[in-house]
């Protein structure tokens, strides 16, 4: 494919990003993609530690760690851009390591240091160690993502004050590398009332007294990222964990989506590209009508839109990715409109995809159904798209209570 997406050649990127761009490609083609299809019915829970710690040895779990404290240092730009690529290959893996630096990026933009040199050296050993963001509850989803939402939350994990800790008591579902995590941050209520308004964010140790793995999930699609239940009894954490302040959740949350967004678009970047590509193989090779797929010209315009919408989604990624990395606090528009985008064009692409290749796609064990199942991820967490128009609105209208 002539128009084949090079990402160590941005121009944004500096040289040292640009090496490490090189590698993840390499990485993702000899260790990511060829395990794609198996690790698709692996068994719930379960993860490919091999490639795992593949990808540790790469520097996959510290990208945005400083290199002053032994990370990578990749901006905003290239995290995304090494997330796009994972993703192309196996959206899963892209989301084990994604959801590791979800726990990370409150730590790095809190700007507390105390939690930094504590916590941030844990993911800089020999052995991978992987963390994770446990917000989302079974009565509470979008209740803790949008904070016009939160006087309706109900029955929030709570914290309570005992000593100079807190005990944390409460459920938290659908949370990524949860069965696999060594480390958390959870967003708990310490005492608002109502809803989620008292939300507050807590570096929680997960091998702790007061901490279980509950429910694994048993996911139709991103096999290869394990998730599931952590459940809280009087788990103990120190009130120097609070990042962001007590209180502080719904403003920390915010920030953390809107950095957030910008990676979550360019997975599903990833994935529409790895359906165009899928699509332009196979129509430059089949023939009806006597002639190439291609060149029917309604096959073309369908391919010629498949192309459009990465390239879309890609620049929209890229243009929040440069504000991210420029502009603090985060803006909310870009990383919005980027992730709405992009989710829509993982699922128009996957059909489109299944359409040009016809009964073959629909066959298993040829990789097409992996790739429907995963579209449907994106536009699931971190804003659905009814979650994404109120912020899009809110900034259109300069308010923040769209309902
Ligand atoms: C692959 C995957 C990975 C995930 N990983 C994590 C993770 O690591 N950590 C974590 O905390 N969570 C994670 N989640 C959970 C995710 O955060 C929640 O699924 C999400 O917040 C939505 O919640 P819900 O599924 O309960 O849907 P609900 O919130 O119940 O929403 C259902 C529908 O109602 C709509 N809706 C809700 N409120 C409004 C409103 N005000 N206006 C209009 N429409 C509205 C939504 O748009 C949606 O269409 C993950 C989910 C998936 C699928």
Not at 20 to 41: H, K
Not at 95 to 113: E, R, Y
Not at 123 to 133: M, R, S, T
Request: hydrophobic share 40%; glycine share 10%.
């Amino acid at each position: 494919m002539s128009t084949t997406h090079s990402p160590a050649d941005h121009p944004l990127l500096d040289s040292h990003e640009a090496d490490v761009l090189r590698t993840v490609a390499a990485f993702t083609r000899d260790q990511v993609a060829p395990g794609a299809a198996e690790r698709d019915s692996i068994e719930k829970g379960q993860l490919d530690w091999e490639t795992v710690r593949a990808g540790h040895d790469v520097g996959l779990l510290r990208m945005a760690i400083p290199r002053e404290l032994g990370g990578l240092g990749l901006s905003n730009l290239a995290v995304a851009l090494v997330l796009e690529e994972l993703a192309a290959a196996d959206p899963g893996m892209a989301l084990v390591f994604g959801a590791t630096g979800l726990f990370q990026t409150p730590i790095l933009i809190s700007g507390d240091s105390r939690l930094q040199e504590l916590y941030l050296p844990k993911f800089l050993g020999d052995e991978p160690v992987l963390a994770c963001n446990a917000v989302a509850e079974e009565l509470n989803g979008t209740d803790l993502v949008l904070p016009q939402n939160a006087p309706y939350a109900q029955k929030m994990t709570r914290a309570t004050r005992s000593g100079s800790d807190f005990l944390i008591n409460g459920t938290k579902r659908y949370i990524t590398n949860a069965p696999v995590a060594t480390y958390a941050t959870v967003m708990a209520n310490i005492d608002g009332e109502p809803g989620s308004t008292g939300m507050t964010c807590f570096v929680t140790d997960l091998e702790q007294d007061g901490v279980e793995r509950g429910e694994i999930h048993d996911k139709v699609g991103y096999r290869t990222a394990p998730a599931g239940e952590l459940i809280f009894t009087d788990a103990r954490v120190p009130q120097e964990n609070v990042l962001g302040g007590e209180l502080g959740g719904w403003d920390l949350n915010v920030a953390i989506g809107n950095v957030t967004r910008v990676t979550c678009a360019s997975v599903a970047t990833g994935i529409a590209r790895h359906s165009l590509e899928r699509a332009v193989a196979w129509s430059g090779e089949r023939e009806q009508g006597g002639r190439k797929l291609y060149e029917h010209q309604m096959s073309a315009r369908k391919l010629a839109d498949m192309a459009a919408r990465v390239s879309a989604s890609r620049a929209l990624y890229l243009d929040a990715a440069v504000k991210a990395d420029r502009i603090l606090p985060t803006p909310a528009y870009e990383p919005a409109v980027a992730k709405l985008v992009a989710d829509r064009a993982a699922i128009d692409n996957a059909d489109a995809a299944m359409s040009l290749i016809g009964a073959q796609a629909f066959q298993r064990g040829d990789g097409m159904d992996r790739v429907l199942r995963d579209a449907y991820g994106p536009r699931i967490y971190e804003g659905s798209p009814e979650a994404l128009a109120l912020v899009i609105t809110g900034e259109l209208f300069g308010v923040s209570e769209v309902r």
